[in-house]
């Protein structure tokens, strides 16, 4: 059954997919599919890059984060896709930087509505492939939607997504 918590609530899969409607803990419920990460070695010189998904690659993005590298699916990928959880440094205090570009990088997870810990996934010694994704520039190019479930932070897909689709790749 799809709808467990409340089935009148949604009239349709299209208005229950609408990410304005949905809650954090409901991405979760209607996930079609989950991407794990490449396993890999703890420590490696770029545990990011060799954690990517095997239906995923890193390709130059129009985006100039990330050495202007960015995600891309080599599949489709449905809507509803769950990837992660983001994999990086956890901090109890926020981190000093200077960089504006190292606070990109910079989540914040909450318990209780309040700031639990910092995770921090700017080093790719450190952090999983997800730190390759880039934000969109538009509402229209945003095909992720990052959810904290429980203490973890997920992404999960708001669009199908064709493989080397758009000149963005997989963007939050």
């Known amino acids: 059954m799809l709808f467990t918590k409340d089935p009148r609530r949604f009239r349709n899969l299209e208005e229950c997919w609408d990410s304005s409607n949905l809650k954090e803990d409901e991405f979760e419920e209607f996930s079609v599919y989950i991407v794990h990460d490449r396993a890999c070695d703890r420590v490696c010189p770029n545990r990011a890059q060799a954690s990517l998904p095997r239906n995923l690659t890193l390709k130059p993005s129009q985006n100039q984060v990330n050495n202007g590298l960015g995600v891309w699916s080599l599949d489709h990928i449905p809507r509803g896709t ?29 318990k209780n509505n309040n700031v639990y810990q910092f995770l921090d996934n700017s080093d790719v010694t450190r952090s999983n492939w997800m730190h390759y994704t880039n934000f969109a520039y538009t509402a229209a190019q945003q095909n992720l939607i990052a959810c904290q479930i429980d203490f973890n932070i ?10 080397q689709h758009g000149a963005h790749g997989v963007v939050l």
């Not at 997920?154 to 493989?163: C, E, G, L, S, V």
């Open 82 to 110: 769950r990837f992660g959880p983001l994999v990086g440094e956890v901090f109890s205090r926020e981190p000093y930087s200077r960089k504006e570009t190292d606070r990109i990088s910079l989540w914040k997870v909450f």
């Open 154 to 163: 997920y992404f999960y897909t708001t669009k199908a997504h064709p493989p």
